[in-house]
C-alpha cells in the first residue's frame, strides 16, 4: 500500500516564504516524476513543478525563480520551497507521483492535500 504525506502547509505573509513535504511510504521500486500541482480557491487544478528522479525539473511560469522543487530519492520525499510567496499562491497543493511497485508501473497517487494561505 503506497501512502503519500505532505506537511508543511500554513499561513503566510506575503513575501514570506514555505517549504512543503510528501513522503511516500510503501513497497515502491522507483518513482520517475514527482510534482506539485494546486487548486485556488473556486480555480481549476494546475500544475506547479515536476521533477524527474534524474534532477530534471519544469515549473509553471507564474512561480519561476520564486519556487524550488527538489527530491531525495533514497526517501521517495519531494519538496517545494516557496519564497517571495503572494496572495495569488493561496491555494491547496497536493503531491503527485506515479511509482513503480515491484518493478511495475502502478497508477497515479495524490497526497491529501494541505492548504497554503498568503496574507496580503
Known amino acids: 500500500q503506497v501512502q503519500p504525506v505532505e506537511s508543511g502547509g500554513g499561513l503566510v505573509q506575503a513575501g514570506g516564504s514555505l517549504r512543503l513535504s510528501c513522503a511516500a511510504s510503501?513497497?515502491?521500486?522507483?518513482?520517475?516524476?514527482m510534482g506539485w500541482y494546486r487548486q485556488p480557491p473556486g480555480k481549476q487544478h494546475e500544475l506547479v513543478a515536476t521533477?524527474?528522479?534524474?534532477?530534471?525539473?519544469n515549473y509553471a511560469d507564474s512561480v519561476k525563480s520564486r519556487f524550488t522543487i527538489s527530491r531525495d530519492n533514497a526517501k521517495n520525499t519531494v519538496y517545494l520551497q516557496m519564497n517571495s510567496l503572494k496572495p495569488v499562491d493561496t491555494a491547496v497543493y497536493y503531491c503527485?507521483?506515479?511509482?513503480?511497485?515491484?518493478?511495475?508501473?502502478?497508477?497515479?497517487?495524490w497526497g491529501q492535500g494541505t492548504q497554503v494561505t498568503v496574507s496580503s
Open positions: 503527485n507521483f506515479r511509482p513503480r511497485i515491484s518493478g511495475i508501473l502502478a497508477g497515479n497517487y
Open positions: 521533477i524527474t528522479s534524474g534532477g530534471d525539473t
Open positions: 510503501g513497497s515502491i521500486s522507483s518513482i520517475n516524476v
